[in-house]
């Protein structure tokens, strides 16, 4: 269904199971998705990667594996096969912004954050940048059309160019929101500009509200989940339209936000912190994982066929946070 779904060997986040495995959302998850394709491999182990940070969310530069445990399921692992820094040593960055109508009140702010994100030229290599936008328009006179309900490639790579900041700043604030089917473009984008040793990150500027598009919040989902994408979502939402009794939306847009980057191992940033601190927030965050990253193996626990939960828990220092993909899907009927 996406061609996204050909995953590479090098994702990130992919916990890889001998027989057949996948990361998949955790059942709890109120949008839950469906089965997403599975990994197959000759040894019978889970692979997991996960960021730390320390209680004042600095990333942590060293590790020991006795500082954490994973319990999977109803299991607490401790003996590990192997336990590493991880290799990655760059971004594949796809900023994508939502410029519907529904975000017109804190719409010049976030044309901001961008503008604030192509100035820091150290932090992310000009070819490894692009942007994305769905909803909107340059010409506030253009009607909307199926064309105008497509994402927009406002840049890629070179996206410091003058002509780029200009269409940015000219753009306009208007019509409706496919924030899935954007999602899922991204993802889909993501994929083919993957390199080699690179990470693979979405920084989604949306209120969490989709109002038109042609698939599901869970397909959305599925397409990050299979292309290896962690989400960074700045919230630039305001009060719930969920209490307005909107008929078309079933959660809170900042809910579907956190799910987003709970489920794909990023983080979620809230209209409190990206008021505050802008980008710089955001950016740094993306950038201490790079630099704090970190790939454990483990004997796989139990061949019970299901989605198998996973968190990881700190040993000694309490104050030590993680965060990861939160599960996986064993099927036993491919043994």
């Not at 060997?9 to 057949?20: D, E, H, P, Y």
Request: charged share 15%.
């Amino acid at each position: 269904m996406f061609p996204c779904r050909s995953v590479r060997s090098t994702l990130l986040a992919v916990i890889a199971l001998t027989l057949t495995s996948a990361a998949q959302p955790s059942e709890d998850f109120s949008i839950r998705p469906p089965a997403v394709p599975t990994f197959h491999s000759t040894v019978s182990e889970v692979r997991v990667t996960f960021f730390a940070t320390d209680e004042n969310h600095h990333a942590l530069p060293t590790l020991s594996p006795t500082d954490f445990a994973i319990v999977d399921g109803d299991r607490v692992v401790r003996n590990f096969r192997s336990f590493t820094r991880s290799d990655e040593t760059s971004l594949d960055v796809v900023v994508l912004v939502d410029m519907s109508a529904s975000i017109a009140p804190r719409f010049r702010a976030t044309i901001n954050y961008v503008l604030q994100l192509l100035a820091h030229d150290q932090s992310i290599p000009d070819d490894n940048l692009s942007i994305l936008s769905f909803g909107g328009s340059s010409d506030a006179s253009l009607r909307e059309t199926s064309a105008t309900l497509h994402p927009a490639v406002l840049c890629s790579g070179g996206c410091r160019a003058a002509d780029t900041a200009s269409r940015i700043q000219s753009a306009t604030s208007s019509g409706t929101t496919p924030l899935y089917d954007a999602l899922i473009f991204g993802s889909d984008f993501l994929s083919h500009q993957h390199r080699a040793a690179a990470r693979s990150v979405l920084i989604l500027f949306s209120d969490g509200y989709d109002t038109i598009s042609l698939h599901s919040s869970r397909d959305a989902l599925r397409s990050a989940l299979d292309c290896g994408a962690l989400i960074y979502s700045v919230d630039i939402g305001g009060p719930s339209k969920r209490a307005s009794g909107h008929p078309l939306l079933e959660t809170s847009g900042s809910t579907f936000l956190q799910q987003l980057a709970e489920q794909t191992g990023g983080l979620y940033f809230s209209p409190r912190v990206s008021d505050s601190n802008g980008t710089d927030t955001v950016l740094n965050a993306v950038l201490d994982d790079l630099h704090a990253s970190y790939v454990v193996t483990y004997d796989l626990p139990n061949h019970r066929p299901g989605f198998h939960s996973l968190r990881l828990l700190p040993t000694h220092n309490l104050n030590l946070t993680f965060h990861h993909r939160t599960g996986y899907l064993y099927d036993f009927s491919l043994r």
